[in-house]
């Protein structure tokens, strides 16, 4: 088919080839590294995990790749993330499941692969930490630590079973925490208060393996890594840091950029770095009498999982020294949930700060709170949630899957998933605002046009602000993708979304001020073939808009364009120029029946909601006449279907909804946030009376 594009450096997207081989970081350009936490290789991933750190980090990975500053700045970006396979969560699940641990990591780094994979999640590898590149580079590290002084042999108390006869590592270990009284407190952390803990500590503990056994204290000999000897350089190192990655505010430092952490605050102490554990990375020999004590040890999990980020790095290219040990060329940003802000910014930093070598250390922390599910928490053990590749199951594209996670992406307070804002998430802005747009106007062109771009009068290249009859439309667009960069450049990636489809709602109200219809076209054929082009133009620059967020998408629109792929511009451009001919119009999106929220609640709440859904027939009466009685007098009463106009403004609310809860997390100007409030409360005000008016009996 024709295509008719304007090809200048500032239009088209440099796309990979894929037998380039490795991306290396070029010096004297600026080179983004991008690592998400490693998931835990002894379960299925959950919606909370993939939005807490692999999406959001995708989301970050695509956006740098290839927008604007793939030409103008040369960024050349690597995207690791893979299994954290050693320690002893992996050793409890195996002894679980009757097999042996490298089973398990087998059997769940694929299933971790094929989820991300579903989802769209474009690593450059998803490897894994049971190799030996990891192995080498892990113990490479501690002999480093050891030889600047950093090491020291600690003879501690240590929990024993009794009735398993050996020692027992953290992840064997349950009890009540000692600071917030969590009775199911980890030997390593408290998921009550996120305390990092010493098994030793806890109050009652219970072997894992056999809870009736009994656990006692024995000493036992380990290396411990001095935190104390490594926190003058840390402190300095976290605010110069800060400053210049532009970290948020985190458990670590503040928005002031004083460091808050307890246990800096009150003076970082040694930690131990090996475990009792067949499972892991083999110890190495310092060259120490005290060699002989740690054999048989491995390292510790935590201090072996971090340098994961590397070792993946290493299977992916053998020139990983080329990304990380490159400070001065080479920008890490690191994504994950808020329980692993400690050992991302405080305890992975002074390893590498303590190993003496000149390590690429994190430039820019993106973290998020916890998304929970329906009122309570994500639990594989109660079947409770959408877990890996449960969520294709549904019939939901992942398009949409990432679309809705990532519009509630818990950035700064917990937010809560809800398969009622999900289809309504689909239904309300996905198909009515995004679609809405993209199919009327590529529908118009090829029934009126025969898909071939009409010329426009416009000439190729940006259009003028002051544009006599679009001016507002083209400064309205140009201010919300200077927003979208600035979003984007600020890692405010939920913002970043709003803002696109904040662009094209602004789109569907150009057609409707415009007039594009057939009446138009005879009427005034000039301007009906400038809005029209105007408005594919727009769509183009969606496309690039979209494409960190739903990939799938941007690649169904480019087809629909027939048009290759493009950079997100800084202003409205004419870069689809007259004579092109579009590719066959399609809907982008589907509409989902909100019957299903029930079904899928049903099929996902676990136990009590199954035991509610058997109860629910002797209860419909009566939650009828509760939600009578619960009616005030200036409830609506819907009857019929929702004409145009409230589909439209329904959609509106929810777009300026978002957009107010953006403002106040982003902590903007008072009186700013106070008329986006006002403006919200005018909008659901409008939507009542609209309702009313078609509904005689809420009168």
């Not at 009284?181 to 803990?197: F, K």
């Not at 928005?255 to 770095?273: C, H, N």
């Not at 138009?520 to 082009?533: D, G, W």
Request: with cysteine; hydrophobic share 35%.
């Amino acid at each position: 088919m024709t295509q008719k594009i304007r090809v200048t450096n500032d239009v088209l997207r440099s796309i990979p080839d894929p037998g380039q081989g490795a991306v290396l970081p070029k010096d004297g350009e600026t080179n983004i590294l991008i690592t998400s936490a490693l998931p835990y290789c002894n379960n299925v991933p959950h919606l909370g995990n993939i939005i807490g750190s692999t999406l959001s980090a995708d989301v970050f990975s695509r956006s740098s790749s290839f927008d604007r500053y793939n030409r103008t700045r040369n960024r050349r970006t690597l995207y690791i993330c893979g299994t954290d396979e050693y320690g002893t969560a992996t050793e409890t699940a195996a002894l679980k499941e009757g097999i042996t641990p490298r089973e398990l990591c087998d059997k769940y780094h694929a299933l971790h692969k094929e989820t991300y994979e579903w989802f769209d999640i474009g690593f450059d590898l998803f490897g894994r930490t049971s190799t030996a590149k990891h192995t080498e580079i892990c113990q490479s590290i501690y002999l480093n630590l050891g030889q600047h002084g950093y090491l020291e042999k600690q003879i501690k108390d240590q929990t024993y079973c009794e009735g398993c006869k050996k020692f027992l590592a953290d992840r064997y270990v349950e009890g009540i925490c000692p600071h917030c009284a969590y009775v199911d407190a980890r030997g390593d952390q408290c998921d009550g208060c996120s305390r990092t803990l010493d098994a030793i500590d806890l109050i009652e503990p219970r072997c894992l393996i056999n809870k009736t056994h009994n656990v006692v204290a024995h000493s036992s000999s380990h290396m411990y890594f001095k935190l104390d000897a490594a926190q003058p350089a840390l402190e300095d190192w976290i605010k110069k840091s800060w400053k210049k990655g532009k970290w948020s505010p985190n458990a670590t430092i503040n928005a002031d950029g004083e460091i808050v952490d307890a246990r800096m605050k009150s003076g970082l102490k040694p930690t131990p770095v090996t475990r009792d554990l067949a499972w892991g990375v083999p110890i190495p020999p310092l060259g120490r009498e005290d060699d002989k004590e740690m054999g048989g040890k491995v390292l510790y999990v935590w201090f072996d999982a971090v340098i994961g980020y590397v070792s993946i790095t290493g299977e992916y290219t053998p020139e990983w020294k080329q990304w990380w040990l490159n400070p001065d060329n080479v920008r890490l940003y690191q994504f994950m949930g808020k329980d692993n802000v400690y050992f991302h910014t405080i305890y992975f930093p002074a390893m590498l700060l303590a190993d003496g070598n000149n390590w690429t250390t994190l430039h820019h922390l993106s973290t998020t709170e916890y998304l929970n599910y329906e009122g309570g928490k994500f639990s594989k053990s109660k079947n409770r949630g959408v877990f890996g590749p449960a969520a294709r199951e549904t019939g939901i594209p992942a398009s949409v899957w990432r679309y809705y996670l990532l519009s509630t992406r818990p950035e700064t307070a917990d937010a809560m998933f809800s398969w009622a804002d999900c289809i309504a998430a689909n239904n309300n802005i996905l198909l009515k605002n995004f679609g809405n747009f993209v199919n009327r106007a590529l529908k118009f062109l090829s029934a009126q046009y025969d898909c071939v771009l009409p010329e426009s009068g416009d000439a190729p290249g940006p259009l003028s602000p002051n544009d006599p009859l679009d001016a507002e439309f083209i400064t309205d667009v140009n201010a919300l993708l200077k927003d979208y960069i600035d979003a984007m450049e600020s890692v405010k990636i939920r913002l970043g979304l709003q803002t696109v489809m904040l662009i094209s709602s602004r789109g569907n109200g150009y057609l409707q001020a415009s007039g594009l219809n057939k009446a138009l076209m005879t009427e005034n054929p000039q301007r009906c073939a400038q809005v029209i082009s105007r408005a594919v133009n727009l769509i183009y620059v969606l496309s690039a808009l979209i494409y960190p967020f739903m990939p799938a998408t941007s690649d169904a629109l480019l087809l629909q364009l027939n048009a290759p792929a493009r950079v997100v511009p800084e202003v409205l451009s004419t870069d689809i120029l007259a004579g092109h001919r579009i590719g066959q119009p399609d809907h982008l999106f589907k509409n989902i029946d909100e019957k299903m929220e029930q079904v899928w609640k049903v099929r996902f709440g676990g136990d009590e909601s199954a035991k509610k859904e058997e109860e629910a027939p002797t209860s419909k009466r009566k939650a009828k006449k509760a939600g009578a009685l619960n009616a005030g007098p200036n409830a609506v009463v819907v009857s019929g279907p929702k004409s145009p106009e409230v589909i439209a403004l329904e959609a509106k609310i929810l777009e300026h909804g978002q957009v107010v809860r953006g403002l106040k997390e982003n902590k903007e100007a008072k009186d700013v946030i106070d008329a986006a409030v006002t403006e919200l409360k005018r909008l659901k005000a409008e939507l009542v009376v609209l309702e009313k008016s078609r509904n005689p009996v809420a009168q």
